[in-house]
């Protein structure tokens, strides 16, 4: 029964998206901003069911040094690995640092070494707060497939020997021993 509705919703949604594309002469931006409401009160829903629109007093420390602050403009960035991430931070090192110049132009090594860029967790709580209330968040995310294409790529096709040698090593010593079980049974 809770399938059914759920195929229903989705078709139902579908097609509003669908027809509000069509009835508005192509009106892409309609279609995009029916789909961005969407997508804001599947979120809504999701955090209200699970009790996380409540700021907790204090950040979790792992999750605040995901998040970087970029205070001329105003926002703060959080980091997902292979989601453009590097860029991100080359970008906002550029706004900080006020310099004109291609994000191309700074080393992959330096823009994750740098101390200019500022994570959210390195100020106190308080400020923290502040900045949470304050401050435009921005995160992008990608499908999880691409992701994972594109971490083997970087990682194990491109990189350096610690991920190509050492994790390719321990992944295939992972998938031989799930093999071997498999066998046995």
């Not at 195929?7 to 949604?13: E, R």
């Not at 110049?101 to 090594?109: F, M, R, T, V």
């Not at 070494?113 to 707060?129: D, F, N, R, V």
Request: glycine letters at 2%; proline letters at 3%.
């Amino acid at each position: 029964m809770q399938g059914d509705r759920l195929s229903a919703t989705i078709v139902t949604k579908k097609e509003t998206y669908i027809s509000l594309f069509h009835a508005n002469g192509l009106n892409f931006f309609l279609y995009w901003l029916a789909i961005q409401n969407d997508r804001k009160s599947t979120l809504a829903s999701v955090c209200l069911k699970n009790n996380f629109l409540k700021l907790r007093s204090k950040l979790d420390s792992h999750v605040a040094n995901q998040l970087f602050v970029e205070h001329k403009h105003k926002f703060i960035y959080c980091e997902v690995p292979k989601v453009g991430c590097s860029n991100w931070k080359r970008t906002i090192f550029l706004l900080q640092a006020d310099l004109n110049a291609e994000a191309s132009e700074i080393e992959h090594d330096h823009i994750h070494q740098t101390s200019l860029i500022k994570k959210l967790g390195t100020y106190p709580p308080a400020i923290q707060k502040e900045f949470l209330n304050n401050y435009t968040k921005v995160m992008f995310t990608r499908h999880p497939l691409e992701r994972l294409v594109s971490a083997y790529r970087d990682k194990l096709l491109h990189s350096e020997p610690f991920y190509s040698i050492t994790v390719a090593n321990e992944i295939r010593a992972i998938m031989e021993l799930r093999w071997s079980w498999v066998n046995l049974r």
